[in-house]
């Protein structure tokens, strides 16, 4: 008797089930991280088209976009390490819904906007060198940078800050794994909400002295709000403070070079402008798949499943591999959706077949490099002594901001759009 065949939708539906298995550990936390990641990507395409909008802005005020990629990146890193340290807690029977000074949340809230103030200055001040020793043009001044940088970050760092308490508030009734949504989550709020605070804040330039007046305030602000607490006795608050400078530090000038190749690029970028709808989900989801690994690598090195080990153990490479599994779908997604709403925007692009090619062949890159880095990265701190929550995201996504930067545009060369 002759096997009955299974109908075509019955065969999508198996395989479907048997994919989310494969992308485990768990199929509720590869769904959870799909829709993270698909929610990221969608979104991007909403900071990209926002990019696009102030073009005309970035070119009136020359340096900025140097800048634009390490503000992005700086809500992701500042507060995906905030989100990834409360996930650990989380699991370690630490945490408690409290904002006390004396809480896990508290400090961790109040190193958090320390951070912001600090680094954003840092910021101000890196992108105004980096843009003068690489002759960009008629930089504008670093205090101009500086009120851009501040001013739009705290409002960018409020809507971040509030969405990610809420994420762990929801996350920890429900029962929802945080390492699969924190990267996605803070990474999709900083491209949506900083490119317009950052373009909010540029209507305070161009005011003379108030201006100036204002970036000397704000520079002053920050430093009495980074030295106070570094000086506060709040020992986790310090501790966070020290480990997350240093490595944050230098996540702002890799993400600054970032800024730099797009800034190189932008004759091309202001032809096809549907390629500048695709770059920043094209780093987003980068970031946030190395995020993803590095926050799962991170959690099972303090709960002891996974050794820090040159050779990874079986469960670190299921990781590894799952997040390159997910990477197809997401950068298929991308360079459809980049498509989809350029068409819709009337922007001029390199045609579907190339975005999809550029997105995927790209995307392979950038991947295969933050899957390394994360990993190696986490049992680098891990080892060191450090707590890989805070090191995790801000190593990673700094780095795909500037090789991911690089990646894309050498794949679009490659393939004759550049």
């Known amino acids: 008797m002759a096997t009955p065949r299974t109908s075509v939708p019955g065969r999508l539906r198996t395989f479907g089930r048997r994919l989310v298995d494969l992308l485990g550990p768990t199929g509720g936390a590869a769904r959870q991280s799909l829709v993270a ?3 990221n990507s969608s979104t991007s395409f909403v900071a990209g088209a926002a990019l696009g909008a102030i073009t005309g ?44 000074s004396d809480s896990v949340v508290g400090q961790n809230v109040l190193a958090s906007i320390s951070l912001t103030f600090i680094l954003s200055l840092g910021l101000a001040v890196v992108a105004r060198v980096v843009a003068a020793a690489f002759n960009v043009a008629n930089v504008i001044g670093v205090l101009d940078l500086a009120v851009v940088s501040i001013a739009g ?16 508030s929801v996350g920890v ?23 317009p605070a950052l373009w909010i804040a540029t209507f305070l330039l161009g005011h003379g002295r108030w201006t100036a007046g204002l970036g000397w305030a704000l520079a002053a602000l920050s430093i009495v709000v980074f030295v106070a607490s570094l000086r506060a006795h709040i020992p986790e608050l310090r501790r966070i403070i020290r480990e997350s400078l240093p490595v944050l530090s230098a996540a702002v000038v890799l993400s ?46 303090h709960l002891g499943l996974v050794e820090p080990t040159l050779r990874p153990g079986r469960e670190a490479r299921r990781d ?33 077949l190339r975005m999809v090619l550029a997105s995927l062949i790209g995307g392979a890159v950038a991947v ?16 060191s002594d450090l707590d890989p929550d805070t090191y995790g995201i801000p190593v990673v996504t700094a780095s795909v901001d500037f090789v991911g930067a690089i990646a894309f545009i050498v794949t679009i060369a490659v393939l004759g759009i550049a």
């Open 57 to 100: 802005t970035l070119e009136a005020l020359p340096g900025l976009l140097v800048m634009v990629p390490a503000a992005i990146g700086l809500r992701g890193n500042i507060f995906g390490s905030l989100g990834n340290r409360l996930s650990t807690s989380i699991h370690t029977g630490t945490y408690r819904p409290s904002l006390r």
């Open 368 to 383: 295969a490099f933050v899957i390394a880095l994360a990993y190696y990265g986490t049992i680098a701190a891990w080892r």
């Open 320 to 352: 590894a591999a799952a997040v390159f599994l997910l990477y197809v779908p997401v950068f298929l997604f991308n360079g459809i959706g980049a498509t989809v709403v350029a068409t819709l925007l009337g922007l001029d692009g390199p045609g579907l």
């Open 256 to 301: 600054t070079l970032a800024g730099l190749v797009i800034q190189g690029r932008l004759t091309v970028f202001a032809a096809l402008p549907a390629l500048l709808v695709l770059e920043p989900a094209f780093v987003s989801s980068a970031g946030s798949l190395g995020g993803i690994l590095a926050s799962r690598v991170g959690t099972n090195l």
């Open 153 to 168: 970050g705290l409002l960018a760092s409020v809507v971040v800050l509030g969405a990610t308490l809420l994420l762990t």
């Open 173 to 195: 009734r429900r029962g929802w794994d945080l390492d699969n949504l924190v990267a996605p989550s803070t990474a999709t709020l900083g491209d949506v909400v900083t490119i």
């Open 37 to 39: 990641l698909f929610l």
